[in-house]
């Protein structure tokens, strides 16, 4: 019997009886229990008991203040410590057995070093709290491409992000217990102290480790933690890919819907994206965008040669900022109840407040909980975020609940890059295309520890998740280039290309439908285009710009080829490639002297 307590005061009994395949997780949370020293264990079961109850607790103790019932029903507001507010990537490891296995891409430290050090921070920290258990599910619980994690945590406000992130609690035990096999996340928010915080990862174990923040990423092992740094490992073993994409649907005025993944670094719009909004002419002729993920994809071969892909996710963790009726209708349609704020602002009535919510009202008080000063800096911090379920979303597909996902017609890779970088372009091949990921670069955001707007490489938008070397990466991504694969089209976009005076070029948003069709329309072969040596841009009049106002300078630099500029591009990425060594694979190294040479004439 499954014994699981809703009583979150009270200590649950361990569910599986002995010999039951969940022996494995029980004697875990005992050796953990022993280490922690909890003074209590919650087994959560997901249930809506179980959270009322948490949410409740979470109220009195002051970790929840309640937003405005009538405008936002059941919806909370957290405000995280002024010190955690992001993902800190120097204080992240991945601890494989050899160092060269994690690459030049992570930090590395020996397993036995990293167990050690994290083991030392864990003695004791959960005394006078409870540990919570959380079973969870990656992507549909029947879904074959699903896989499944254990977090154990001392935070309800995990319990309470992991219950809308994940499929969560009894469903998700059941199929554990069925495999035998789970990734085991341990957490605790430690004393939020900065200088005893650490994120380890220990691939070989399916095993991860997290110390000192609430925040996020840090503290949600399902996102980032397990379907990205845990899965890209278990992926290449595996024979499929985990990535840092959205998934949409984009379905014309005929009823046909294709499928794009598109990879974007964190705090680049790949939100907006998924839950784009057509323009008025193409919304009166039945086009429409479906949502199925905001941020990860995991894809595998099909039988008939194509990628299939399933959001691992339930719901979205999305920037508020910059989300308004304009830029994000159906974020902010799906955000109006049942939803947890992280460090955005509040107005004089209670209703949660960013910066670009633009709907008339004012702040009073700031993520921090002081008076809101527009001198001390912005009211909602950048990177703070909304939770809610994927449920709630307008233009959630009917087809993310589909267990053997949804066909990949087009992969696209994009980056923030205010100078070179055109609108769109459209690689020759699978390996041109896995040169254009390895290659991109963007800059940097709030959605980390460190400076914003430094131009880095961020291949695929991965480098802060890859739980493996790079060079391994692409050669495992060369890899799905076989007999019988019927592979997606790949394209690179920039939406953030500025002119001279600053501005962005190209409005973005909604019209970024019309880039869209330009690449379903080049993956049925009825769009032409022109060749470079980058690869194949949009020939004029091949992408609808009716109803589009561009200036001379936007149309030169969004649709141009600057032959200068892309020979010191390369000529960079020839470096990057190099800093792995022997490693890199050699056909991704040719491509990238094909394409210099060709620019060199
Ligand atoms: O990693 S988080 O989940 O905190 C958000 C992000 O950076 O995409
Ligand atoms: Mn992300």
Redesign the pocket.
Known sequence: MNAISHDVSKPAVAPGSEGSRLASLNAWVAEVAALTKPDAIHWCDGSDAENAALIAQMQRDGTLVKLNEQTHPDSWLHRSHPDDV??VEHLTFVCTSKQDDAGPNNHWMSPSDGHKQMDALFDGCMKGRTMYVIPYCMGPIDSPLSRCGVEITDSPYVVANMRIMTRMGAPALARIEREGKFVRGLHSIGELDPERRFIMHFPEELTIKSFGSG????A?LG??CHALRIASYQARNEGWLAE?MLILGLENPQGETHYVAAAFP??CGKTNLAMLIPPEGYRADGWKVWTVGD?ICWMRPGTDGRLYAINPEAGF?G?APGTSEKSNPNALASIQKNTIFTNVGVTADNQPWWEGLDNGQQPVTDWRGSAYDAAKGPAAHP?S?FTVSAKQCPSYSEQAENPAGVPISAIVFGGRRASLVPLVFEARDWTHGVLVGAAMGSETTA??TGAVGVMRRDPMAMK?FCGYNFADYFSHWLSFDKDGAKLPKIFHVNWFRKGDDGKFLWPGFGENLRVLEWMIQRVKGEASSVETPIGHLPAEGDLNLDGVKLSEEGRAKLFGFDHAGWQAEFASIGEYLDEYGPRMPQALKDEQQRIAKALSN
């Open positions: 992001a993902r925040y996020g990423g840090n949600l996102k980032k840092h964190s705090a941020d963790f920037v990177n975020r959605a980390a802060p």
